[in-house]
T-cell receptor, first 114, second 108 residues
Framework: NAGVTQTPKFQVLKTGQSMTLQCAQD?????MSWYRQDPGMGLRLIHY???????DQGEVPNGYNVSRSTTEDFPLRLLSAAPSQTSVYFC?????????????FGPGTRLTVL | DAKTTQPTSMDCAEGRAANLPCNHS???????VYWYRQIHSQGPQYIIH???NNETNEMASLIITEDRKSSTLILPHATLRDTAVYYC?????????FGQGTRLTINP
């Protein structure tokens, strides 16, 4: 298993540009999510999905769109990049159950917006 | 989701047990206690979780008080590679809410 993969590892954008951060998992997990982590801070939830075709907003959703057309993929789209979106972005996935679940995190995408 | 309180930083000598406390006095009955760690700038790594009983796995032990208002993560024989930020999270759903965590430094 590759686990959770994210591409690209690094990205530099200019203000106003758009881009898509890719996230894929090969563990057949129902739940997937996106977090951002600013320097010296904890992770904050952007969007999440409990299955294909179902997405919902997290704590800081503004400026980001997501879709979940397959179980494996959960791309994050920046519509019009702003310097405030300079951050490290982590994708995570897990099974859905009532017993408490381990979440698996990807290695992150380091985004700089100039 | 219950709020958690952790010390900002801790030090531990290599080879000794590292005991990381967490207070979650507002935890509700269906909320689990999770521990994750983040080494340098990598993605967070799951360590352990529990509901009421103490738990142990190959990485650590989790001791939860009987009233569930606090817990302690124990790394039995800390190594330099255990230097990381450790996050204690108390909640029932998948939507993990990360606080500031405890920066644990293992000293040679």
């Amino acid at each position: 298993n590759a686990g959770v993969t994210q591409t690209p590892k690094f990205q530099v954008l200019k203000t106003g540009q758009s881009m898509t951060l890719q996230c894929a998992q090969d563990m057949n997990h129902e739940y997937m999510s996106w977090y951002r982590q600013d320097p010296g801070m904890g992770l904050r939830l952007i969007h999440y999905s409990v299955g294909a075709g179902i997405t919902d907003q997290g704590e800081v959703p503004n400026g980001y769109n997501v879709s979940r057309s397959t179980t494996e993929d959960f791309p994050l789209r920046l519509l019009s990049a702003a310097p405030s979106q300079t951050s490290v972005y982590f994708c995570a996935s897990s099974y859905l159950s009532g017993a408490g679940n381990e979440q698996f995190f990807g290695p992150g995408t380091r985004l700089t917006v100039l | 989701d219950a709020k958690t309180t952790q010390p900002t930083s801790m030090d531990c000598a290599e080879g000794r047990a590292a005991n990381l406390p967490c207070n979650h006095s507002t935890i509700s009955g269906n909320e689990y206690v999770y521990w994750y760690r983040q080494i340098h700038s990598q993605g967070p790594q799951y360590i352990i979780h529990g509901l009421k009983n103490n738990e142990t796995n190959e990485m650590a032990s989790l001791i939860i008080t009987e009233d569930r208002k606090s817990s302690t993560l124990i790394l039995p024989h800390a190594t330099l590679r255990d230097t990381a930020v450790y996050y204690c999270i108390a909640q029932g759903a998948q939507k993990l809410v990360f606080g500031q965590g405890t920066r644990l430094t293992i000293n040679p």
